[in-house]
């Protein structure tokens, strides 16, 4: 019997897609374009109510989950990034 939800396969490489958000705009989109070396389609997506916070759908092709989580894990330790999901 196995504990939790049931574990998802992904076929690599494929197009990963990241929800990013953050404060300020220009930082997080360069951020992204550091960690993804320009590799990534970044489109604007959703601002808060007060327009504090900003969302970018990010698009990028990753070869393989090593690459995946790196990716995920550098854009957590940005400062301008509060979120990544």
Request: with cysteine; hydrophobic share 40%.
């Amino acid at each position: 019997m196995e504990n939790g939800p049931p574990k998802v396969s992904i076929e690599y490489p494929c197009c990963w897609r990241y929800k990013v958000i953050g404060s300020d705009e220009v930082r997080m989109r360069a951020a992204i374009a550091a960690v993804t070396a320009g590799a990534a389609d970044v489109r604007a997506s959703r601002s808060s109510a007060t327009g504090k916070y900003r969302s970018l759908d990010v698009a990028v092709q990753v070869e393989d989950e090593s690459a995946r989580i790196a990716i995920y894990e550098a854009l957590c330790k940005d400062p301008s990034v509060k979120m990544v999901l």
